[in-house]
């Protein structure tokens, strides 16, 4: 009986994640994650949920950490809803929090960065 409990309490691997904002701290540089428009969060192979105020803190814990990765999330803070790595691009040139110039926008966005070239961008020097 306390199995089917637990399984029926279980969250869903593949759900978005939920951020306490202004509680949790992004997992690269410590800071609160307080804006939505820019949050990111990466689940583990493990099921942790690790929280980012910036998509740039995010690529730097993937090229510092390399943790194995079941799914990669950005906030699309205009339409307010989760995208999963794959519907994912980057308006560069916004006002993020730690400065990485990337705010998360549908793939297919004129003028947006794909998930590698904005890995690229906020990794560069």
Not at 99 to 116: D, E, F, H, Y
């Amino acid at each position: 009986m306390s199995i089917l409990i637990f399984l029926a309490c279980a969250k869903d691997p593949n759900a978005p994640p939920e951020i306490a904002y202004d509680l949790a701290a992004c997992a690269d540089c410590g800071m609160l994650v307080s804006d939505p428009t820019y949050a990111s969060a990466l689940v583990t192979k493990d099921d942790i949920t690790l929280a980012f105020d910036d998509p740039g803190c995010l690529f730097h814990y993937m090229v510092q950490k390399a943790p194995a990765v079941r799914a990669m999330w950005f906030h699309d803070g205009a339409q307010d809803r989760w995208l999963r790595e794959h519907d994912v691009a980057f308006a560069p040139g916004a006002n993020s929090p730690m400065g990485s110039g990337l705010r998360p926008v549908p793939v297919g966005t004129p003028g947006a960065l794909t998930v590698g070239e904005a890995s690229t961008r906020a990794l560069s020097p």
